[in-house]
């Protein structure tokens, strides 16, 4: 009997453990090293001047009409800067070239469509604003 109570806590220990893993990582804003651009024609839509937010997101996705919301405020809040969603599903070899692994996920890019962060998860204002700051366009001054 003890046996068994000992794996039950030590399962439950493990989800909770499992459970707080993955909610720390919810909306996190992720450094991306700069790599190749991505262009207007590859998103479906025209990007910012500044700043892109590039969500991925699918019908299922119960988080994804939330997140779109908030991006969409965030940019609105800044000249130049907008909120472009892109439906995984449709775009299934976008998705796989940036290994998007879930939805909703958000890339963020500088005004030359590079990717300068990324965001897995439902992303909170803060974060948003977050990973704008880490858009450094070549001799743009800009505050955020």
């Known amino acids: ?15 909770s453990a499992g459970y707080w893993w993955w909610q720390r990582r919810q909306g996190r804003v992720r450094h991306v090293e700069r790599a190749d651009a991505l262009s207007s024609e590859q998103i479906g839509a025209q990007r910012g001047y500044y700043a892109t937010f590039v969500q991925f997101s699918t019908p299922m996705c119960s988080k994804c009409p939330g997140t779109a919301r908030l991006l969409k405020s965030v940019a609105s809040e800044q000249p130049h800067v907008v909120h472009v969603e892109v439906d995984a599903s449709e775009r299934l070899d976008l998705a796989r070239e940036l290994n998007i692994q879930r939805t909703p996920t958000t ?19 803060d974060s948003a604003r977050a990973a704008l700051r880490e858009v450094h366009s070549e001799g743009t001054e800009y505050t955020i």
């Open 1 to 15: 009997m003890l046996e068994k109570i000992v794996i039950v806590v030590a399962l439950l220990g493990a989800a």
């Open 107 to 125: 890339l963020v890019l500088d005004g030359e469509g590079v990717i300068v962060a990324r965001m897995d998860g439902a992303p909170t204002v």
